[in-house]
Nanobody, 114 residues
């Protein structure tokens, strides 16, 4: 099983980033997928979930209206479009095939700072 996140970076408050997660080693199209994040000095936090057919989507309250999760089953890839970024969004972002984030990649760092 391999999950490879990318797309993070340093962005000013109010900016945008698009994260990607390329998956291999399991049947991506059969799994709900998740984004989780870990801020400095804190535990893992669930951010968003998407079902296999992209019909059931959920967000943590603080990111609702700003983040959009999506997936391309043909490309085995999960995405997270992040807009109106805030300093409190600064974290290491992971994709996972479970809500606890126990199976995840190496993460991609998102830093929101002026």
């Amino acid at each position: 099983v391999q999950l490879v996140e990318s797309g993070g970076g340093l962005v000013q408050p109010g900016g945008s980033l698009r994260l990607s997660c390329k998956v291999s080693g399991f049947t991506f199209s059969r799994y709900w997928m998740y984004w989780v994040r870990q801020a400095p000095g804190k535990g893992l936090e669930w951010v968003s979930s998407i079902d296999t057919g992209s019909t059931r989507i959920f967000y943590e309250d603080s990111v609702k209206g700003r983040f959009t999760i999506s997936r391309d089953n043909a490309k085995n890839t999960l995405y997270l479009e992040m807009n109106s970024l805030k300093p409190e969004d600064t974290a290491l972002y992971y994709c996972s095939n479970n809500a606890l984030g126990t199976v995840r990649g190496q993460g991609t760092q998102v830093t929101v700072s002026s």
